[in-house]
């Protein structure tokens, strides 16, 4: 309805803002990179974690171990190119911050917020994280992740249920284009899949039990039973 207005009266409005849109993609939550734990794996001490609101829980996402959605994979992959090729910016700057290279293939990286603000304000004046109680300012936002059934995932229990499972993974496309001169190369445009929520499509690949070997003396049929007893005579 607003953009519609805007078409009427282009001289006399502002452009609206965009309606956010989610994306959808079946696969696979890369077991080795699976870093959505209950806490985000946050420590007050890391380095990376100045601030409750730098706390973001990450996952890799491969493709769908089952083969009816696998075939889905490099379309799911193409369209994701072409729609951060038309947000970026005109004189190409490289593209960061939406996947991850591993080995020799780049593979799509969604993260979660974990902690978000009770009252907007400006974050200069949040005292320092060891010094606040964080009940007071922060809640935690939980994955909002679902398995099989329907049923909500218990963060305890994000990666018995995740890690490595086939997952309707819904998200929102964000990017900021940073760049110190619109005529030149320089600067960069930073691409995020911003995870809305997580459905699981089938369980957790089960992996094969290692056989447990019984270490068993190799003896010659032919030779003598009693070979290295000395006969009394």
């Not at 995870?195 to 019984?214: E, H, N, Q």
């Amino acid at each position: 309805m607003e953009y519609k207005l805007y078409q009427k009266h282009k001289d006399d409005l502002a452009d609206p803002v965009p309606e956010p849109l989610n994306l959808v993609g079946l696969r696979c939550v890369k077991e080795a990179l699976f870093f959505l734990n209950a806490d985000g794996n946050w420590t007050k001490d890391n380095k990376f974690n100045e601030k409750y609101c730098d706390a973001k829980a990450t996952c890799v996402l491969g493709p769908a171990w089952e083969a009816l959605f696998a075939v889905d994979e490099p379309l799911i992959t193409k369209n994701l190119e072409i729609l951060m090729d038309m947000r970026r910016s005109k004189h190409k700057p490289p593209m960061k911050g939406a996947y991850a290279k591993i080995g020799l293939k780049f593979l799509p990286k969604v993260r979660h917020v974990l902690f978000e603000r009770i009252k907007e304000g400006d974050e200069e004046e949040i005292p320092d994280a060891e010094a606040i109680d964080i009940r007071s300012c922060h809640w935690v936002n939980s994955i909002p992740a679902f398995d099989v059934d329907g049923d909500p995932i218990h963060p305890s229990m994000y990666t018995q249920q995740l890690k490595g499972a086939d997952m309707r993974v819904v998200f929102k496309l964000l990017h900021w284009g940073i760049s110190t001169s619109t005529s030149s190369g320089t600067g960069s445009n930073t691409f995020v899949l911003d995870l809305v929520s997580m459905l699981a499509i089938s369980a957790p690949r089960l992996k094969a039990a290692l056989p447990r070997f019984k270490r068993t003396a190799q003896k010659d049929m032919f030779e003598s039973l009693d070979k290295g007893k000395r006969r009394r005579l």
